[in-house]
């Protein structure tokens, strides 16, 4: 994931539903009376940790408690009384579990934002919520451990510099995406002869560990074990399921039985019980077919809606150069990440590197198992993977927070139209429809301010890739020069 990808999507702690959602720098959203609290101690745990110990007199807690069974009275249906007319004793009872409940919440709210107001904090999570007893006719008390924003100073970005390749192809790439074409739209002809490198083979095999069938070893993975059937290209560059079967398949000919041996690499988590061992997978080859590129003819020029060799040569040219700017913009945005994150340390709230860090293990978890890694293998591989993923979370927070402050410095927002664009992408890389992507947006407030900072991180970025010095450097050769005749 880029450092200035969207972040992880958060959900509420339980220690902030009890307290109510937040506004911007820690502020609470909806209509709360102001107060002054009687008492307020901050205590500084870490330099992004506080903790805040709020005292309310018994006239505060009372008023506040005369509120709520006020409103409770107001909307009371009771048999035998008009609506709101019953007396504040009955629905008392009534509803003292209901009254009890928002009676308590209203207090740990009031305490929580007269507090902010006092102290002045840059709250950016809160950890952990714990009040006394909170009774009508007493003082309460109610603690609140929050993460604030750290202090640190942007770093300077005057002299910010990022490197890129010429976008010029460099000698031989336009043959060699030449030779790719011809070999997309390669005939296969079966061939009466022994197999060659490029050649595919339909062969069966069946493998075995020390004698003992891999059907046993892993009776649902039928792939490794036995196969009647199937095609494995002979020494291919990207290699077939079995690994380093293709590259034992040279000078053999159909009719052929040959027993190969094969050593599963010991990071095999494909399926991890061959991981390490050596195996023997008896082939016999049914059919041999070697590749027969089209030639560089009218024909094929046409299909690529190109008079000639010279005109496919040019649009390749600049399909390349397309490419190559791409690349450079990545590259650049990547680049500018790293800087940042490596021009100023400063201290990270545990929390929010805690919750992207949840975040990166279950992206990273979610891919693998789509690729078919088998659940025991992050079981097996955790301590790392928990290591691995806290250290790109603290990266990715580090970034969030400088480039949070550059945004600002520089007065960078989301507008309608990037809102617009960024709703029109998503819902085309989820396959739905913009509008009603868009609706489950405007009811998920977590995933409308997740939306909102990767715009505004997405512009930051573009907005320092654009200030920088920009240092061209060669092109690194990518491949042979092949002749396309």
């Known amino acids: 994931m880029a450092p200035w990808a969207a972040p992880s999507q958060r959900h509420p702690d339980p220690a902030e539903k009890r307290i109510g ?6 502020r609470l959203d909806g209509s709360i009376n102001r107060f002054a609290p009687v008492n307020v101690q901050l205590n500084s745990i870490s330099a992004t940790r506080k903790t805040l110990v709020v005292t309310l ?7 506040e408690h005369n509120a709520v069974l006020g409103d409770f009275v107001k909307n009371a249906r009771l048999p035998g009384f008009r609506p709101g007319r019953a007396p504040a004793a009955l629905v008392g009872r009534r509803y003292a579990k209901e009254i009890g409940e928002e009676f308590k919440h209203k207090v740990v709210a009031k305490a929580y934002r007269g507090a902010l107001d006092e102290q002045k904090l840059e709250v950016l999570n809160i950890v952990d919520v714990s009040e006394g007893t909170i009774v009508a006719g007493a003082p309460a008390s109610v603690t609140v451990t929050v993460d604030v924003r750290p202090e640190f100073s942007v770093p300077d970005l005057a002299n910010l ?12 790439e336009v043959d060699v995406a030449i030779q790719k074409l011809r070999v997309e739209r390669a005939d296969f002809k079966v061939a009466e002869r022994a197999a060659g490198k490029g050649d595919y083979v339909k062969l069966s095999y069946e493998g075995s560990v020390d004698g003992k069938p891999i059907t046993e070893l892993a009776p649902d993975r039928q792939l490794y074990g036995k196969v009647p059937q199937t095609w494995e290209e002979v020494e291919g560059e990207q290699g077939g399921v079995i690994p380093g079967l293709g590259a034992q398949l040279k000078g053999l000919k159909a009719g052929d039985r040959r027993t190969v041996p094969i050593h599963f690499p010991a990071d095999f988590p ?4 061959l991981a390490g061992k050596s195996a023997e997978y008896a082939v016999e080859i049914l059919e041999v077919r070697e590749r027969v590129l089209p030639e560089l003819d009218e024909g094929f020029f046409k299909e690529h809606q190109v008079a000639d060799l010279a005109g496919l040569q040019e649009r390749i040219r600049g399909n390349l150069r397309i490419q190559k700017e791409f690349k450079n913009r990545s590259s650049q945005r990547r680049q500018v990440g790293d800087l940042l994150a490596a021009s100023v340390d400063f201290p990270l709230p545990d929390s929010l590197v805690e919750i992207e860090t949840q975040g990166v293990l279950r992206q990273f978890i979610e891919e693998n198992m789509r690729r078919g890694v088998p659940a025991e293998q992050f079981e097996k591989d955790k301590k790392q993977l928990v290591e691995q993923g806290r250290e790109a979370a603290a990266k990715h927070v580090k970034l969030q927070m400088i480039l949070s402050k550059i945004a600002e410095a520089e007065k960078i927002t989301a507008t309608q139209q990037d809102f617009d664009a960024y709703v029109y992408r998503e819902a085309a890389r ?6 009603k992507f868009s609706g489950e947006l405007s009811q998920n407030t977590e995933a409308l301010r997740s939306a909102q900072q990767s715009i505004v991180f ?5 907005f320092l890739v654009s200030k920088s010095k920009v240092v061209v450097v060669p092109v690194r050769e990518t491949g042979a020069k092949t002749n396309p005749s």
């Open 458 to 462: 997405d512009k930051t970025v573009d």
């Open 270 to 273: 494909a399926l991890p019980v």
């Open 57 to 63: 007199d018994q006239a505060e807690v009372d008023t």
């Open 161 to 172: 510099t990022t490197e890129v390749e010429s976008t010029e192809p460099a000698a031989g």
């Open 430 to 435: 989820r396959n739905q429809r913009p509008e």
């Open 21 to 26: 959602k937040l506004g911007s720098r820690g």
